[in-house]
Structures are given as C-alpha cells and as structure tokens.
C-alpha cells in the first residue's frame, strides 16, 4: 500500500501522528509504522480510517483517483440504525 495518501490526508489536515494513533486505539510509533510501510493496516483499521478522513478505502489504497466515499449499502445503514 502506498502510505503517503495517509501521510498526506493527515498533513492535510494538520494533525499529528499521536492523533490518529489515538483514533485507531495503537500507539504512535505503530501508526508511522503504517505510514512509512514497514507495518500492514488491518482492514478495521483503513475502514476506520476511511470513514474519518470521509472517503473510501479504495481511495486509501490507491485503486481510484476519486476521494468521494460510496454511499453505505443498505446493510451498513440497517446495522447503524440498529446499534443506535
């Protein structure tokens, strides 16, 4: 995976490594471990993430161009209202 698309939303956005690590409940060092590629991101942890930075994870793992998220299935949202 490319992690400079992470690197940069964060960047972007003028957070801290020590601030999504906080996001994704590890620790900072284990977040820049992502970031420079010397650690895979579990898939709970790029949903996470895609959902933060409002986007896909496609769009995380560079199989599109296109940043806009896709909108939830109807499982997704029958599961979200339910736990609501």
Do not use: F
Not at 1 to 22: C, F, G
């Amino acid at each position: 995976m490319h992690k400079s698309r992470i690197r940069a939303m964060r960047e972007d956005r003028d957070l801290k490594q020590q601030d999504i690590a906080n996001l994704l409940g590890c620790s900072q060092v284990c977040y820049s471990y992502y970031e420079i590629g010397r650690r895979e991101i579990p898939i709970d942890l790029l949903i996470k993430l895609a959902d933060y930075y409002n986007t896909s994870v496609d769009y995380l793992l560079y199989r599109t161009d296109n940043s806009t998220p896709y909108p939830p299935s109807a499982t997704h949202k029958r599961q979200h209202n339910n736990s609501n």
